[in-house]
């Protein structure tokens, strides 16, 4: 189970990764973590890279080292990770990796109410999206076979990761488009009719009263 941390933000999973090859400014953290495309790996907000800093810093897991200064700049403080910030950005990586967790994405929200649309619709949307999964499907394996070679394996895993999830996705859509198209869908003549009459058959009724809890008739 994951534990509650001290600063759970991951943009400070990040600034602690690029912090454990060197010392650096802030300015120079940003740099990095965009160069590595830190910001399509995770969820980061730019804005609070100063906030997650001062927060590493506050906990122990960075100390400033000094400051330099570039021309008419101003004076910027430079950082290093600390014991205690290799230690968490170790545990913290663990914990990521061994265990999984239940993401809730904007498409598992559109399917759970999937049903306000005619099937039809839903087939020409999820043909819309299996065209837009594929073209990014294709660019990700052209970058990784342009990558091949020149850069190490195990820089490049969370990239064969998520082409493998988006392919997983794009099947499992093909496969939703082709049921509804064929009619293999279980009740999808049942849905058409409901949005063609304005009426929802009585076997929805039926499923959607049934998947409702029961009220307690014992209760006074």
Request: glycine letters at 8%.
């Amino acid at each position: 189970m994951a534990r509650k941390r001290k600063v759970a933000n991951l943009m400070g999973l990040a600034v602690l990764s690029a912090l454990a090859v060197q010392p650096m400014h802030r300015y120079e953290i940003a740099a990095r973590l965009r160069a590595w495309g830190k910001d399509t790996d995770m969820s980061i907000k730019w804005g609070s890279l100063y906030t997650v800093v001062d927060n590493l810093t506050k906990h122990g897991f960075l100390e400033i080292t000094g400051s330099e200064r570039d021309g008419a700049r101003p004076e910027r403080t430079i950082y290093r990770i600390t014991d205690a910030g290799r230690a968490e950005l170790t545990d913290w990586t663990r914990e990521l990796v061994s265990e999984p967790e239940a993401e809730k994405g904007r498409f598992l929200a559109g399917l759970s109410v999937l049903a306000v649309l005619p099937p039809d619709e839903v087939i020409d949307l999820l043909t819309q999206r299996i065209t837009k999964l594929d073209k990014t499907i294709a660019e990700a394996r052209a970058q990784l076979a342009a990558l091949e070679g020149s850069v190490p394996r195990l820089f490049l895993v969370e990239d064969d990761y998520e082409l493998t999830m988006l392919s997983a996705e794009a099947d499992w859509a093909r496969a939703l488009r082709d049921s509804l198209a064929d009619g293999s869908f279980p009740g999808t003549e049942s849905w058409r009719a409901w949005h063609r009459d304005g009426v929802m058959p009585a076997e929805l009724v039926e499923l959607a009263e049934g998947g409702a809890p029961a009220a307690d008739t014992d209760r006074g």
